[in-house]
């Protein structure tokens, strides 16, 4: 719920923002949103990681705990847009790099961390134009790199992990000019479970599943 709170807050003050010209009575200037855009965007993004080992010899479990993978995104964009009257229907493909990271001291593995270096995605939109704002919905395909370290002291050991998922999310764009536009969105992904096999505790199976959540500001560029 607080997560959502957020999301909302944040979607109406930028909406706010937007339509300021129209509360003072001003009109809303147009602006053609079909055609393929550029940009980048920068933003903060909180994960959550539930994990717990599992016996290789009887599924036996007998630790679990859930901490955070915390830190700034950053990357690129470039999608399309077809505008139907009001309505507007795009796909985008993002890459960023991520300084997310987080650890929890387990029982018998020692210390892991969780980091996720590159995160990507290919989705969907659906949005609602206002002259120069886009209300839109987001979702999609989402890709993170996750690199997990394990360290009891006398023994570390490191994996790498690439997983498939899918995300979803919303956000106001604003156009400032006939070439410019700029936008906040947010987004919940959900990357699935992977499974590492530590040397610090090598008889058990340690599966991580890994959700996050991002809000992004971003710039573009239209052709």
């Not at 129209?22 to 949103?33: F, H, I, K, M, Q």
């Not at 855009?37 to 080992?53: K, M, R, S």
Request: hydrophobic share 40%; proline share 2%; no cysteine.
């Amino acid at each position: 719920m607080k997560t959502l709170l957020l999301a909302s807050t944040i979607l109406v003050a930028v909406s706010g923002s937007a339509f300021a010209a129209d509360a003072l009575g001003s009109t809303p200037v147009a602006y053609e949103w079909t055609g393929a855009y550029v940009g980048a965007q920068i933003g903060y993004g909180w994960g959550d990681v539930d994990g717990h080992d599992s016996s290789k010899v009887n599924g036996f479990s007998d630790w679990s705990d859930s901490w955070k993978s915390n830190g700034v995104l950053g990357g690129i964009h470039v999608g399309y847009n077809q505008a139907f009257d009001s309505f507007v229907l795009g796909v985008e493909g993002d890459i960023e790099g991520s300084g997310a990271s987080g650890s929890v001291v387990s029982v018998f593995a020692g210390t892991i961390e969780t980091k996720i270096n590159v995160q990507g995605s290919l989705r969907a939109r659906l949005g609602y134009a206002m002259g120069p704002a886009l209300l839109y919905a987001t979702g999609g395909l989402a890709v993170a790199h996750f690199r997990t370290n394990y360290d009891e002291g006398a023994t570390t050991d490191s994996t790498s992990n690439t997983k498939a998922g899918w995300t979803v999310g919303a956000g106001v764009e604003y156009a400032f000019s006939q070439k410019w536009t700029t936008r906040v969105e947010y987004r919940y992904s959900d990357f699935g479970t992977f499974t590492d096999n530590p040397a610090t505790d090598s008889g058990f199976l340690y599966p991580t599943d890994v959700k996050t959540h991002a809000v992004r500001v971003g710039i573009s560029y239209k052709f």
